[in-house]
């Protein structure tokens, strides 16, 4: 396991710091099992409970994802040089540079595919990878480079204890939970005074592109996989006409990368859409500010304020 990330894991349960024990991660309350384990040097730090279906379908269509597509060399229409580039300037924020990330740590909350992983190291960040399932894995992640570590765990329970981070990002993803607003809320506790939480979310739509795609995925959420993929396929030409959330579009991508667009449309149980306005809303509950609304629909970096200094008590003539 990572050398930096022992300090900072919490117990998704109670939020005690966890002790490494052989082969295993002890919380001082009993979560665990008796102890969470740590598999491949990756701390498997799942709440505890049974995922309601949705949530385990969810899981698994990604996992499907990643297993088919992780190992292209781009994914959603981008190369490592176009997801690097992400991660600076307006597509993040004005106050982020590649400068800035020298001696950072950074969570990417959701990690999916791992490409962004590599990305944060280069620019001079330690990283986190978190996700609820084996998709990482399933998709090549890197995971020996000591400034990256994975973990396993939900973005609605993260396992770090608070204000572990300078920045939490997390992309197109706390809208495939069952509650994307308590997701942002928890990621939110994560970030350190000074520090920010980027969080990218699928924009609401007209009456009638939500309305025909909630209707086509209470098919397609249903289908064995493999018809899914093959669904997913056949229907790529669509992305010429349908706007995809991240500017894939069939001629100017490949027709894996648009397949890889529309199994996000379709195959997902879990997805929720939402407004500026909306996600403005979640980062004000959470104490955050300096929020700074993105040119792609509904991004959002909000800043946690630094905690005034007090002065020092001068003493009384």
Known sequence: MTPFLLPILACPDC?????????????????????????????????????PPREARTVAAFERQWRRYGGLRRIFGKDPAAMTANLTGARLSARVDQAWYAGRRVLDAGCGHGRYLPAFAA????????????????????????????????????????????????DGVIHH??????????????????????????????????AVFGLARAITTRLPGPIVRALCFALAPLTVFVRSYSGTTFGRATWAECAQVVHDWLAPPLQSHHSHAEVAGWAAAAGLGAIEQLPIPTGVTAWRPLRAQREPQGLSG
Do not use: M
């Not at 991660?25 to 040097?41: I, K, N, Q, S, T």
């Not at 990283?127 to 992640?141: F, K, N, Y």
């Not at 970030?191 to 924009?203: E, I, N, Q, S």
């Open 15 to 51: 939020g005690a710091p966890l002790a490494a024990e052989a082969g295993g991660l002890r919380c001082p309350a009993g979560h665990g099992a008796p102890d969470f384990a740590v598999e491949g040097g990756i701390p498997r730090l799942l709440p505890a409970g049974l995922r």
């Open 123 to 170: 620019l001079g960040a330690e990283v986190v990878g978190l996700d609820i399932g084996r998709g990482p894995e399933l998709a090549g992640a890197p995971t020996d480079d000591p400034r990256i570590a994975l973990v396993q765990g939900s973005v609605l329970a993260p396992p770090f204890r608070p204000e572990s981070f300078d920045l939490v990002f997390s």
């Open 177 to 210: 939970t069952p509650d994307a607003g308590a997701a942002y809320a928890a990621l939110a506790r994560l970030v350190k005074p000074g520090g920010a939480l980027y969080v990218w979310v699928y924009p609401r739509e007209g009456r009638l592109r939500e």
